[in-house]
């Protein structure tokens, strides 16, 4: 049996066990000062003595940095790329040491197992929630904790980074803002800057906020929360991530069975079609346990993105020496393929090396994330070529 045919379900995998990083007066790109940072973060593997076998999962906009493994032997679920990562695997944790940390404002803000500051949290010279005070942050500033991170266990350098979707985002920030660091930069279903349609797009996801009377200005900590707004933005959020084939899959199900005269949307507006009931189930499961202000910070920041920071990307890109492979997914309408593709044709015409290798599957968006083992082989080659 080869590496490639192991399920990852039939490998023992230690148990993972979530740390705890603080900071203080960190600074934001935007030369703001949050007093008190704590993020968490989850390793997997071990980190040699030399220190320079080190992997860096950056994780997706609602995800966090739980890449692989389970807390417990009877968790039901397992990190998001655990069929990835772990002994034998593409990214494997005999060789490496792998690493990811959670978001600045990370989504999951009343998840258990995620340990972030964002506008949910406590301001210290108040002793109340930041709400809208809390400093806008971008994806630069979630790529300056993750260094402190590392550098806090003796880390200066990367083996590789590797991310999906917003992980992408700083994955590229990564080889061009730190360049030395970097030997290796996987982008997955990514973008190297927010160009005007995709800004546009992620400013639909924050508008149901907006508009629920609770959301009150980022201020409801203290009183009823905005979960309308936060259910419908994340329906948003799930449909832009699939495709019509899957939703349609979906609607041609028993269990939803789609029709366009069903009865109770025809004699009622404040009914819906069955579609739209699967989509708000799917929604309302995964707005228990996160923030609708936090929602606002990731997308402003994914919004903001641009690699290096700066005003020109291509002098940005000139600085990177990593070798670099683009992955993104044929049908995606979130991070859509000419995305990959510009980054990866402006790193070649300015002689740099880089691949790109494009996913398959009916999943759009998603297929980097639960469909990412169709590039497995592809990604061990790329990390472990010298």
């Given at each position: 049996?080869?590496?490639?045919?192991?399920?990852?379900?039939?490998?023992?995998?230690?148990?993972?066990?979530?740390?705890?990083?603080?900071?203080?007066?960190?600074?934001?790109?935007?030369?703001?000062?949050?007093?008190?940072?704590?993020?968490?973060?989850?390793?997997?593997?071990?980190?040699?003595?030399?220190?320079?076998?080190?992997?860096?999962?950056?994780?997706?906009?609602?995800?966090?940095?739980?890449?692989?493994?389970?807390?417990?032997?009877?968790?039901?679920?397992?990190?998001?790329?655990?069929?990835?990562?772990?002994?034998?695997?593409?990214?494997?944790?005999?060789?490496?040491?792998?690493?990811?940390?959670?978001?600045?404002?990370n989504?999951?803000?009343?998840?258990?197992?995620?340990?972030?500051t964002?506008?949910?949290?406590?301001?210290?010279?108040?002793?109340?929630?930041?709400?809208?005070?809390?400093?806008?942050?971008?994806?630069?500033?979630f790529?300056?904790?993750?260094?402190?991170v590392?550098?806090?266990l003796?880390?200066?350098?990367?083996?590789?980074?590797?991310?999906?979707?917003?992980?992408?985002?700083?994955a590229?920030?990564?080889?061009?803002?730190?360049?030395?660091?970097?030997?290796?930069?996987?982008?997955?279903?990514?973008?190297?800057?927010?160009?005007?349609?995709?800004?546009?797009?992620?400013?639909?996801?924050?508008?149901?906020?907006?508009?629920?009377?609770?959301?009150?200005?980022?201020?409801?900590?203290?009183s009823?929360?905005?979960?309308?707004?936060?259910?419908?933005?994340?329906?948003?959020?799930?449909?832009?991530?699939?495709?019509?084939?899957?939703?349609?899959?979906?609607?041609?199900?028993?269990?939803?069975?789609?029709?366009?005269?069903?009865?109770?949307?025809?004699?009622?507006?404040?009914?819906?079609?069955?579609?739209?009931?699967?989509?708000?189930?799917?929604?309302?499961?995964?707005?228990?346990?996160?923030?609708?202000?936090?929602?606002l910070?990731?997308?402003?920041?994914?919004?903001?993105?641009?690699a290096?920071h700066?005003?020109?990307?291509?002098?940005?890109?000139?600085?990177?020496?990593?070798?670099?492979?683009?992955i993104?997914?044929?049908?995606?309408?979130?991070?859509?393929?000419?995305?990959?593709?510009?980054?990866?044709?402006?790193?070649?015409e300015?002689?740099?090396?880089?691949?790109?290798?494009?996913?398959?599957?009916?999943?759009?968006?998603?297929?980097?994330?639960?469909?990412?083992?169709e590039?497995?082989?592809?990604?061990?080659?790329?990390i472990?070529?010298?």
């Amino acid at each position: 049996m080869t590496w490639l045919s192991m399920s990852s379900a039939l490998i023992a995998k230690p148990l993972v066990i979530k740390q705890r990083f603080e900071t203080e007066n960190f600074k934001t790109f935007n030369n703001q000062v949050i007093k008190q940072v704590a993020v968490g973060w989850e390793s997997y593997g071990t980190l040699n003595a030399n220190k320079d076998n080190v992997i860096l999962i950056t994780h997706y906009f609602s995800a966090n940095s739980h890449a692989a493994g389970k807390y417990s032997d009877d968790d039901p679920t397992s990190g998001y790329w655990d069929a990835l990562i772990g002994p034998n695997l593409a990214i494997d944790t005999n060789k490496y040491f792998v690493i990811s940390v959670d978001s600045l404002a990370n989504l999951g803000a009343y998840n258990e197992h995620v340990i972030t500051t964002g506008p949910a949290s406590i301001n210290p010279d108040t002793g109340k929630p930041y709400g809208l005070s809390f400093p806008v942050v971008t994806i630069r500033d979630f790529v300056n904790i993750q260094k402190l991170v590392l550098e806090s266990l003796g880390i200066k350098k990367l083996h590789a980074v590797i991310g999906p979707s917003m992980g992408s985002m700083q994955a590229i920030d990564w080889a061009t803002t730190y360049p030395k660091w970097v030997p290796r930069m996987i982008s997955i279903i990514g973008s190297a800057h927010s160009d005007a349609w995709t800004t546009a797009l992620i400013e639909q996801w924050t508008i149901p906020i907006k508009l629920d009377p609770n959301w009150n200005n980022g201020h409801y900590y203290d009183s009823t929360p905005p979960t309308e707004g936060l259910i419908a933005a994340l329906m948003f959020i799930t449909q832009d991530a699939l495709t019509p084939e899957f939703i349609n899959d979906i609607g041609s199900s028993s269990a939803v069975n789609h029709q366009p005269l069903e009865a109770k949307p025809m004699t009622s507006i404040l009914h819906s079609h069955r579609i739209v009931q699967w989509l708000r189930t799917t929604a309302t499961a995964r707005a228990k346990t996160f923030d609708a202000n936090h929602l606002l910070y990731l997308a402003r920041a994914s919004q903001l993105f641009v690699a290096g920071h700066n005003s020109n990307l291509d002098t940005a890109l000139s600085g990177i020496e990593a070798r670099t492979l683009f992955i993104p997914s044929a049908n995606d309408l979130l991070l859509m393929p000419y995305l990959s593709e510009n980054v990866h044709l402006s790193l070649k015409e300015q002689g740099k090396s880089s691949q790109l290798d494009t996913l398959t599957g009916n999943l759009g968006h998603l297929n980097g994330i639960t469909k990412i083992t169709e590039k497995a082989e592809k990604i061990k080659n790329f990390i472990e070529q010298e």
